[in-house]
C-alpha cells in the first residue's frame, strides 16, 4: 500500500485545514488508519485513529476536541480535519496504515504552518 498526504500549507492561528490521505490499495482491510505528526526537534506524536470495529476514533491530548479523523474506505481515502489551529500545531503530518498482520506502512508526509 502507498500513502500520500496532501493539503498542508500556511494557515493562521484560529484557521482551518483538511488534510488527505490517497491510499494506493484497499484500505478496507487495514486493522488501523492513523495520523501522526512531527515538529522540527521533537518526536513524532500520535494525532488520531481510526481502528476498524472500534466504536469511535482516537485522538491525542493536544488535538482531542479540535481535530476530526474520518475514512471513506469506498475512495482509500483518510482525512484529517483540523480545526482551531494552534502555532503548536505546525508540524509535517504523516499518514499511516496497519495491516491485520501489524505491517505498517507511511507516507511522505506533507507540512502544516500555523503562523500569523
Known amino acids: 500500500v502507498q500513502l500520500v498526504e496532501s493539503g498542508g500549507g500556511l494557515v493562521q492561528p484560529g484557521g482551518s485545514l483538511r488534510l488527505s490521505c490517497a491510499a494506493f490499495g484497499s484500505i478496507f482491510s487495514m486493522k488501523a488508519m492513523s495520523w501522526y505528526r512531527q515538529a522540527p526537534g521533537k518526536e513524532r506524536e500520535f494525532v488520531a485513529s481510526s481502528v476498524s470495529g472500534a466504536r469511535r476514533p482516537s485522538y491525542g491530548d493536544s488535538v482531542r476536541g479540535r481535530f476530526t479523523i474520518s475514512r471513506d474506505n469506498a475512495k482509500n481515502m483518510v482525512y484529517l480535519q483540523m480545526n482551531s489551529l494552534e502555532s503548536e500545531d505546525t508540524a509535517v503530518y504523516y499518514c499511516?496504515?496497519?495491516?491485520?498482520?501489524?505491517?505498517?506502512?507511511w507516507g511522505q508526509g506533507t507540512q502544516v504552518t500555523v503562523s500569523s
Open positions: 499511516k496504515a496497519i495491516t491485520g498482520t501489524w505491517v505498517e506502512y
